[in-house]
């Protein structure tokens, strides 16, 4: 299977002592070899924050 699941957590909560906000979205492995980082909605901070891929849910 091409698609696989995979978990963004803020990298700006922590440094301002706040709960990290994780969402879930899946990726292609076979054409996005690196990890994925998107412009979320951290809800704790209420603002954009950039998400990066914290590991892989099988």
Same mark, same amino acid.
């Given at each position: 299977?091409?698609?696989?699941?995979?978990? !963004? =957590?803020?990298?700006?909560?922590?440094? =301002?002592?706040?709960?990290?906000?994780?969402?879930?979205?899946?990726?292609? @492995?076979?054409?996005?070899?690196? @990890?994925?980082?998107k412009m979320k909605f951290?809800?704790? !901070?209420?603002?954009?924050? !950039?998400? =990066?891929e914290i590991k892989k @849910?099988?």
């Open positions: 299977m091409a698609r696989e699941i995979v978990i !963004l =957590e803020c990298s700006e909560a922590r440094k =301002e002592g706040k709960p990290p906000s994780r969402y879930m979205t899946t990726r292609n @492995k076979k054409v996005q070899t690196e @990890k994925v980082s951290n809800y704790h !901070l209420r603002r954009h924050t !950039l998400h =990066e @849910k099988s």
